[in-house]
Structures are given as structure tokens and as C-alpha cells.
């Protein structure tokens, strides 16, 4: 188990203008969770390759416990890993996938087998020991996976997107299963990912990613409620986050909406008579048929179970709102929608950042 | 309501029949010069001058073949043939390979020019090559040597080698490359380890082509030796003045080893030209 130093790391890809990751320094502390999120070409998985000793990096350094390994091969830096595709050895036994990175370390044959047979009955393996990985369906092929990194012991475990390959029922399942795993042994832990849903479910921090650098970093509750920007709140939540254009009274207490006008939170005072943009999750929007600060009318109503996710229009925007399951609704009706004032975040019309 | 119109459903049978006959017809046109000249080469001499002849292995003699076998200068071209075949196979792979994995891995300038470059090798016609290194090997000392032949015929697969060995190397996912290296392996014990074994049944398949093509080509193997020919080279220049019967043997007893390579290997070759290398 170590720490993981990175420090103003920049990687340009041959043949690109733009660096895949710029200046990235992130510090992971000794066994902890870390997901790095963000959409695809943010650079998260060439900053876990860098780690992984699978890229060099053009400039910067990277540091696991104290040592540098910024430029070592990958075979020397103690890593585990788990990749998207899986990557098991199609040639190989299910036992000898799980055993390589020991056999390859020249451990003990007996402890060899010991670690096996723990990670097989840890991942529920046992039955499949002797099994080609191509008679395995796709979810045990990444227990395969996952089973050949722990048994490593390794200093630190990288996981590239582990779960985008499993259907959405297994995958949920295999995240619980994970989040148990990792938890029991320690391990300090990069996960890269996509799913905004794993990243806050897994993560003992998320760092956010755009476009080659971390714009948000912090724990998973912190980042979904009070994004630091306008891109992290469209980024995560499902659906994500809504944003709405206002005007900030002169005094700082009311936001207007159009003719409408909402309690505004604390922060707004420092924004008096500007332009804002409001940001409000759908499940803090209150949704009634009787009265609320708002008037709109609904598009489309999704049931999803546990929730009625409503599409209504306010003025020209499209709002989501998550009523409670009971609630009923069509389209075209009326509805008021009230905005409690400690959800609301507030960004900065021109930045997009928020206004504290 | 009115009965089905069953017409489409007479087209598609008919359609079916007329392909099956197409399958047989081709089939046919393959089959039949192949057993013509095996029953030749199994009948006795009587029988092939006989009329009407007869199609079917009536009069069954080792005669021919056994003839064939004793005449000058067939058993030790047949030799030649095989040490020039499994040379060629080995030079090729031990060439070919390495820069297959290359041209798969690595990303250079002037990558697509060397690929088509590479292809130039076989545009020229074999005589045209064939006859500078005659006058070149005729220096060195190499001429109506099996080396020549071996040298000539690794150059003329390698095209191919290369270019079936790198779609194969493709072919092997570079995550699970990449995870042989991060439990443990260098470079070269990730190839040895994971990469050769999923690459195999490819690089097999292009073995056999090259050896197949080394033990049909009979151009080059002609105008590089004298006394030391190949099988083919052997029977084609002594074609003109030998009996029927021969020219039968020879041709039966040059289709029978590559028939045999092919049907031995026939997993691996299909292997290749389907989607799984796994």
C-alpha cells in the first residue's frame, strides 16, 4: 500500500495540438478510493496509463510511496490493473490468468495456489479454475480480471472503466461486490470511469476531468451538491443538474425568472443585480398542482419507478423536475414548481463558475 | 381470402437446386483432373493405352508410381524439395515475423509505402529476377546450390509472410499485451508469453502458404540449378521426352505432399481467413 504523488503532469499525444492531460497534479492518499470521471477524450485514461507506466508522460512526475516512477517500465512498479476489455489471456486457464502476475514474480508455488484459490472463492471462481476464459460469459471473464489484480498485492490498483463492459443489472451488481472487495483489502485505488453513478457510489473522492485538467475534486456528496462549475453539474446526476437564466435582485434576496421571482440563497449577495445562472438538481425542484413560486407546463412525464421525472417548459427553458412516484401529471397540464433556496446553487452568467 | 401466391416461395426453392448444381460444377471441375491423374498413376502401363479407357480403378498397379520413383534423379529432388520447403518456412518465419510484429505495433513514417514496397517483391515476374541472380550466384559461387533456391524463395514469400503475420499480430488485442506488462512481463517475455501463443494458429497458416509456395514454384528452382533441382524443376524438365506414364507419377506424386500439408493444417488455415485467432 502507498501513496500516489502526481505532480504537473502533461501529455501531448503525437500528431495532436492539444495535451491529453495539462499540468495535472493530484495527490492520493495511502488506501484511498479515487475516481477520476469525466466524458470520453478528458484525458482520465492516459493519466491512469501514465501511472500505469503503459505511457510516458512529456513532462511532470509521478511518485507511489515516496519512490519516483515517472519513467519506469510497467513491469517495475508494482501495479495491478484491470482493464476495460478485461484482457484476460485467452490461451490460458482461468487459474494460470489468476496466477500470471505471481508466476511471473516467481513466488512460491504453494502460495501461488493458496492466493489462487482465495481470490476464486472471493470472486466465485472456484467452480471455473480449469475453465478457457472463452467458456466463460463476459461478467466472469471480469472477475477473471479482477481476480488476477488483487491476488498481486500490489501497491496501488488501477481500474480502467472495469464495469462498461456488463450489462446495466450485473453491473450494478459487480459495483457493490467491488466497493466490498476493495474496501476489505486497503488497497489505494485509481478508478477511472464515465458512469457518473460509479464515480459517487465507489469514490472516497472524485476528481472531475475536462479536457485535460481536474476541474473539481473533492468527495463524491460534496462534488454532486455543490459542483464548482457549470460543466461538473451537467456532468453529473442522472438526469443531471438544470440551469436557468436569472436576474439577481439589487439587494440579493429574490432571483428573478422571467416575471417570476424566487428566494435567493446566501451567495446571491454578492452577485446583486447581475445576470446568474441557476443550478437546481430535479429532485430538489418542488413539484404541486396548487401553488409554488413558478408556473409550468409539463412535456413529458417519465415514470421510472421510484419517481416521476417530468419535463415542463418555464418560459422558453426545458426544466427536469423528480416528483414522488404518487404524483399525476399529463402533458399539457399546469403545474408550479418551487425552488428551495438551500438547493440552489448560483454560477456566474459569463464563467460558469460558482458564485460563493 | 385468397391462397397464398406461392411463386416466391418456388423461386427460392428452384434458386437453392441451381446452387447446389453451381457447387457440384466447380466442385467437379477441381475433382476430376485430381482423380484423373491419381488413377493414372495407380493404373498399370497396359491400361492407359487401352480403349475405351476406363474411369474406374480397375486395374490397380504400383507399376507406374514405382517406376516413377526409380527413374534418375526423382528421390534426391524430392529431398531438395523438402530441405528447400522447410528452409524457405524457416528463414521466412525468422525474417518475416519480427518485422509482421512491427508493422502491427509501432506507428513510423513512411509505413504505407514500406507495406505497398513490400509488395513490389512479387510484381516483378520471377524471371526477371531469376536471371540477374543466376549471373549473381554464378559469382558467389551459390549457383545449382538448394541455397539459391532457399534465398530466392524466402524473398518471394516474404511478402506475403509479412503482410499475413502483421493482420494476424493485429488481430491479438494490445490491452491484454499491455496487461502481460503490467503483472510482470518485459516487452519481449509479454511477446513470448501471451502475444506468440494467440498469434500461432496465424503465423501457422502462413507457414504452410509459404511452404506450399516454395514446393509448387518451379520457375526459379529451374533456371538456379543444374544438378540440384527440386521436385518440380526435376519433372518439368524431364516432361517432354519421358512416357505418359511418368508425366502421370509426377504430377500425382507433386499435388500429393501439398495436398497433405493443406489437409494436415486445414484447422489452422481456416482459422486465418475466419475471425478467431483465439
Known amino acids: 500500500m502507498s501513496d500516489v504523488l502526481i505532480s504537473n503532469l502533461v501529455k501531448t499525444y503525437p500528431g495532436n495540438t492539444e495535451r491529453a492531460t495539462d499540468d495535472i497534479s493530484l495527490e492520493i492518499a495511502d488506501g484511498e478510493f479515487m475516481v477520476l470521471l469525466g466524458p470520453s477524450g478528458c484525458g ?26 515517472t519513467y519506469l517500465p510497467a513491469h517495475k512498479r508494482g501495479l495491478s490493473m484491470v482493464f476495460q476489455s478485461y484482457a484476460v489471456f485467452p490461451h490460458r486457464s482461468v487459474r494460470d490468468n489468476i496466477a500470471f502476475g505471481l508466476t511471473m514474480a516467481k513466488k512460491d508455488q504453494a502460495e501461488v495456489e493458496r492466493k489462487v484459490e482465495w481470490a476464486a472463492e472471493l470472486l466465485q471462481l472456484g467452480r471455473y479454475l480449469d475453465r478457457k476464459p472463452a467458456q466463460l460469459s463476459g ?4 472477475r477473471v480480471a479482477v481476480a488476477r489484480a488483487i491476488v498481486m498485492d500490489a501497491d496501488v490498483l488501477l481500474m480502467d472503466e472495469p464495469l462498461s ?15 466490498k472487495i476493495v474496501q476489505d483489502l486497503g488497497t489505494t485505488t485509481i478508478y477511472v470511469t ?26 463524491p456528496i460534496e462534488v454532486y451538491d455543490t459542483p464548482t462549475d457549470r460543466f461538473v453539474g451537467g456532468f453529473l446526476g442522472s438526469p443531471p443538474m438544470n440551469f436557468l437564466a436569472a436576474k439577481v435582485d439589487p439587494d ?3 432571483l428573478h425568472i422571467g416575471d417570476d421571482v424566487v428566494p435567493a440563497p446566501p451567495a446571491a449577495r454578492s452577485h446583486g443585480g447581475r445576470d446568474v445562472l441557476i443550478g437546481v438538481r430535479p429532485e430538489n425542484i418542488e413539484v404541486s398542482t396548487e401553488r409554488g413560486d413558478l408556473t409550468a407546463h409539463v412535456e413529458v412525464v417519465e415514470p421510472t419507478g421510484a419517481a416521476v421525472l417530468l419535463t415542463v417548459d418555464v418560459g422558453d427553458e426545458a426544466l427536469k423536475a423528480a416528483a414522488p412516484a404518487t404524483f399525476r401529471a399529463r ?26 | 381470402m385468397t391462397a397464398p401466391d406461392r411463386a416466391p416461395l418456388r423461386r427460392h426453392r428452384r434458386n437453392r437446386v441451381l446452387l447446389q448444381v453451381a457447387c457440384v460444377a466447380v466442385t467437379a471441375f477441381m475433382a476430376v483432373p485430381l482423380y484423373l491423374i491419381t488413377l ?34 526423382v528421390v534426391p529432388s524430392f529431398g531438395n524439395s523438402l530441405i528447400v520447403g522447410l528452409w524457405t518456412l524457416v528463414l521466412s518465419l525468422l525474417i518475416g515475423v519480427p518485422a509482421a510484429y512491427g508493422l502491427a505495433r509501432t506507428a513510423f513514417a513512411g509505413k504505407e509505402p514500406y507495406q505497398l514496397f513490400l509488395l513490389f517483391t512479387r510484381a516483378l515476374p520471377i524471371v526477371v529476377l531469376s536471371v540477374p541472380l543466376a549471373q549473381l550466384f554464378l559469382t558467389t559461387g551459390l549457383y545449382d546450390t538448394t541455397y539459391a533456391v532457399i534465398l530466392l524463395h524466402t524473398a518471394l514469400s516474404l511478402p506475403t509472410t509479412i503482410l499475413i503475420c502483421a493482420s494476424v499480430f493485429l488481430a491479438v488485442p494490445v490491452d491484454v499485451e499491455e496487461a502481460a506488462r503490467v503483472f510482470g512481463c518485459t516487452q519481449a517475455q509479454a511477446f513470448r508469453q501471451v502475444v506468440a501463443p ?51 507419377a509426377g504430377g500425382f506424386a507433386l499435388v500429393v505432399p501439398a495436398l497433405l500439408f493443406i489437409a494436415l493444417m486445414r484447422r489452422y488455415l481456416t482459422n486465418m481467413w475466419g475471425s478467431t485467432i483465439r
Do not use: C
Open chain 1, 44 to 69: 482520465k485514461t492516459t493519466l491512469l496509463r501514465m501511472i500505469a507506466g503503459l505511457e510516458l508522460p512529456d513532462d511532470g512526475s509521478i511518485a507511489i510511496g515516496g519512490r519516483d516512477v
Open chain 1, 139 to 142: 461478467g466472469q471473464r471480469q
Open chain 1, 165 to 179: 463492459n456488463l450489462d446495466a443489472l450485473l453491473r450494478l451488481e459487480f459495483r457493490t461486490e467491488l466497493k
Open chain 1, 194 to 219: 464515465h458512469d457518473q453513478g460509479e464515480a459517487l457510489s465507489l469514490g472516497d473522492r472524485v476528481a472531475v476531468m475536462r479536457a485535460g485538467r481536474i476541474v473539481q475534486l473533492g468527495d
Open chain 1, 252 to 254: 440579493g434576496t429574490g
Open chain 1, 331 to 356: 402533458p399539457g397540464d399546469v403545474v408550479h414548481l418551487s425552488f428551495p433556496a438551500a438547493a440552489l446553487r448560483l454560477y456566474d452568467a459569463e464563467t460558469h463558475a460558482l458564485v460563493n
Open chain 2, 40 to 73: 493414372a498413376a495407380v493404373s498399370s502401363r497396359a491400361s492407359l493405352n487401352a480403349f475405351p479407357l476406363s474411369f474406374l480403378p480397375t486395374n490397380l498397379s504400383l507399376e507406374t508410381l514405382t517406376a516413377f520413383l526409380s527413374s534418375t534423379g
Open chain 2, 198 to 248: 494467440m498469434a500461432l494458429p496465424g503465423i501457422a497458416a502462413a507457414a504452410i502458404f509459404t511452404f506450399v509456395q516454395s514446393w509448387n514454384e518451379v520457375l526459379a528452382a529451374s533456371i538456379l540449378t543444374l544438378n540440384r533441382r527440386t521436385l518440380p524443376a526435376q519433372v518439368l524438365s524431364s516432361l517432354g521426352d519421358s512416357p505418359l506414364a511418368y508425366r502421370f
